[in-house]
């Protein structure tokens, strides 16, 4: 009699969570991922060196469930704790999930469902904000259902192109839920070190996405919080990161005979033109710097005259007849 063998089936769908000192939070969003309609999944969770007790919530958590997966590595950022979930996720699609945020319990499978039925690259959708004491923030800064419809199959570019338009582009990545098939196909993984890593991921993802959808519904709960990334104060290493983020941007540009320089350089224009509004907080020699080396490394061109003054001369913020 011959060995029986054992058929291995992939998960649908690997969460990928890097964790780095959310003690407070991480166990609700796991739990938001474990309560998911879609149980065919896997919880890829990198510990990124916590000083705090993240770990050891998550290890309580991770004996519980079998679809928990619980890595521990030295603190290098979000980047690399991302791109090492990825190296190990074997799902059919991939969704980074943030350790202080909740989702909804039919994200995963309303996107699942949106992307086999229409061959999608990537799907995205909405997201609320909430604050600590778990009220809803009013503002509609996540929410494009005025724009875009549900039934349409976009270009990546196009929607791109599109969301720019009326400012409503948002680069989390907390907002796409990504074929694997697709991300492998273009070698897409998050650049490491920085701050904004979001906004070059994000913007490749789109730039060469053929079919992509969106789904109107808030699936995703983001906490605003004292003393995250996107809550600190906006700092010359804020301006460094997304400099960065353009120099990868305008090297993408030159692939293919120049084929992604027109949307390329609108991203650009829509990622530098409100850091460089920040900016005009700076010190005077601060905001020197930041003149300095957008003039020496040609990103003059994506500034409007308008930041151009204001980095100057901030007090012209207040000089409304100036600024119009």
Known sequence: MGKE????????????????????????????????????????VIDDGSTDYSLKLVSQIAA????????????????????????????????YMDSDDLLEKDALWTCYERCEKNKLDFVFFDATAFKEDLTESVNDYYTRSDILREETIYKGDEVLSLLM??????????????????????????????????????????INAQNVGYIPIPFFRRRIRPNSIT??????KNMSCYYVVLSELMKYADKENGKYKPIIDKLCAYILNPAIYRASA???????????????????????????????????????????
């Open 231 to 236: 809550s600190n104060k906006f700092s010359t």
């Open 282 to 324: 700076f010190s005077f020699l601060e905001r020197l710097g930041q003149l300095h080396y957008c003039i020496n490394n040609g990103l003059m061109k994506y500034i409007t005259t308008k930041n151009k003054l204001l980095l100057l001369c901030p007090f012209l913020i207040k000089v409304k007849s100036v600024i119009k």
């Open 165 to 206: 338009d009326v400012n409503l582009y948002r680069s989390a990545v907390w907002l796409c839920f990504v074929r694997r098939e697709y991300l492998d196909s273009i070698g897409l993984c998050f650049f490491p070190g920085i701050i904004h890593e979001d906004e070059l991921y994000s913007g490749i993802l789109h």
């Open 64 to 95: 519980l469930d079998k679809r928990i997966q619980l890595f521990s590595k030295k603190n290098e950022g979000p980047s690399e704790a991302r791109n090492m979930g990825l190296k190990i996720a074997k799902g059919q699609y991939i969704y």
């Open 5 to 44: 063998t054992t058929v291995m089936t992939l998960p649908k769908v690997s969460v990928i969570i890097p964790v780095y000192n959310t003690e407070r939070y991480v166990t609700a969003a796991i739990e938001s991922i474990l309560e998911q309609t879609l149980k065919d999944i896997e919880i890829i």
